[in-house]
């Protein structure tokens, strides 16, 4: 398959009113330029290109060496924009699909329909279609008595006949490069916009006597572009809908779909439960058997088997088989839960690392620690890791018992199987077996509270 591609992705996206471009705006997770990034690369494409203008640098890093990068120094329409790329293919003699990079929800299937139409006919373009019910803001297909292309105008160049159609162009094509980017040399800027439109290649063609086709996409969804906030906000809502559906399809249980926010590049496995209210971000990737919510957010997360995490907040960790996590609990990034663990209501942990089967119940900071197989910690227990200028580490023994409200200031040591008494604060390493113990003695003052009252 002698098949390549270009993603457009150089405009400024002024109706975004953002700092950043157009294409680098997330929907579930990813860039939406990135969604079709994928879609193209699915494939099996012989080379990627993707055209950047408007804070292109930015463009440029987010894909990497994902695709091979062009500029297009002055935004002066698509045309112009597929005209960049005269060089990266000189020596091309296959297929070229040109895509806009700001169409996430295009899905391979009909790419490929598209290229597979084009490959058979013979055309020299095929251009994808779509009919909508409200084709405002689209260039219409413009159709003979045998219901042949004549040409593709854009809504601005369009005459009331001509606005009445409601086939539109959806702005991805696929064209054949033997010619290509000498036909472009022959496109023209007169119309309202003054650019040099990519659509004025197709009545360039159909003049020539070439031929061109079209292939009507399935589902109108797909070719939804993005302009603006409300437009971004109702894409993401579709491919939400699609990240849902093919997850419960594999066996995973939703409560409420409505109300659950899961990314494109999470996964989950089967017979696990996710309860309403839950965002799971990033590459999450989550095992069997679980129970993640209600109201619970995961970025960036590893969760292993059986894991219960109840109204709490995990990022940058890894969570193993069987742990019990919250209500309301913070883990930071940096964690490793071991098998077993209990982290409950109001604890928060940082960059520590809890060993198999200890617990942290409740109302406790844990930070920049190593806590060791079976420990447990009181309600109230604070590692002080940081003393203003440098952050310190703890470390709490295998078996240790840390009593309620013991404060352990880092750099300590508690050694396996020690104990520090509620209330202490502990400043010095406790060895293994011992009881740590810094409260003063008990004063009790009689006839104190009738004193008091007169």
């Not at 159709?143 to 040409?151: A, F, L, Q, S």
């Not at 109001?346 to 409740?362: I, T, W």
Request: net charge negative; charged share 20%.
């Amino acid at each position: 398959m002698q098949l390549a591609a270009v993603i457009l992705a150089a405009g400024k996206g002024t109706r975004m009113k953002s700092g950043i471009p157009k294409v680098l705006h997330q929907v579930c997770g990813r860039p939406m330029v990135e969604h079709v990034l994928l879609a193209v690369q699915s494939m099996e494409v012989k080379k990627t290109v993707l055209v950047v203008g408007h804070q292109g640098d930015l463009v440029a890093e987010m894909i990497g060496e994902r695709a091979e990068i062009v500029y297009q120094a002055e935004q002066l329409g698509t045309a112009h924009a597929l005209l960049q790329c005269v060089d990266v293919f000189r020596d091309f003699t296959g297929d070229i699909l040109v895509i806009c990079g700001d169409t996430p929800l295009l899905q391979h299937q009909t790419i490929y329909e598209l290229y597979t139409a084009h490959s058979r006919s013979g055309a020299v373009a095929t251009v994808l279609t779509a009919n909508l019910a409200d084709p405002t803001g689209y260039g219409r297909v413009i159709r003979n008595d045998t219901n042949g292309i004549t040409k593709i105008v854009e809504q601005k160049d369009a005459v009331p006949a001509e606005l009445a159609v409601t086939e539109i162009n959806t702005g991805v094509y696929c064209f054949s490069a033997k010619g290509l980017f000498e036909a472009l040399l022959q496109i023209g800027s007169d119309n309202a916009q003054g650019e040099y439109y990519l659509t004025d290649i197709i009545e360039y063609y159909i003049a020539r006597g070439d031929s061109v086709g079209a292939v009507l996409v399935d589902d109108v969804d797909e070719v939804l572009g993005v302009n603006d906030r409300c437009q971004l906000a109702a894409v993401e809502k579709i491919l939400r809908r699609r990240i849902l559906d093919r997850l419960m399809i594999s066996g995973v249980t939703i409560m409420d779909p409505s109300s659950t926010f899961i990314d494109d590049d999470v996964d989950i496995g089967a017979d696990t439960v996710i309860y309403p209210y839950t965002f799971i971000e990033g590459k999450s990737k989550i095992g069997e058997n679980c129970v993640i919510g209600p109201s619970s957010r995961l970025v960036n997360v590893t969760v292993g088997s059986r894991v219960n995490v109840q109204n709490s907040i995990v990022l940058d960790s890894r969570l193993e088989d069987e742990c019990n996590i919250g209500p309301f609990a913070y883990i930071r990034p940096g964690c490793v839960v071991e098998k077993d663990v209990k982290v409950g209501d109001f604890v928060e942990l940082k960059n520590s690392h809890l060993h198999q089967g200890c617990k942290v119940p409740h109302l406790s900071y844990v930070g920049d620690a190593e806590v060791g197989r079976k420990a447990n910690i009181g309600a109230g227990t604070i590692t002080c890791n940081y003393d203003g200028v440098n952050k310190s580490r703890t470390w709490i023994g295998e078996y240790a018992f840390i009593g309620s409200n013991t404060n352990l200031v880092a750099p300590v040591v508690v050694g396996d199987g020690a104990t520090t008494g509620a209330g202490s604060t502990i400043t010095k390493d406790v060895p293994p077996g011992a009881l740590g113990l810094t409260r003063d003695k008990q004063k009790n003052i009689e006839g104190w509270a009738q004193k008091r009252k007169k």
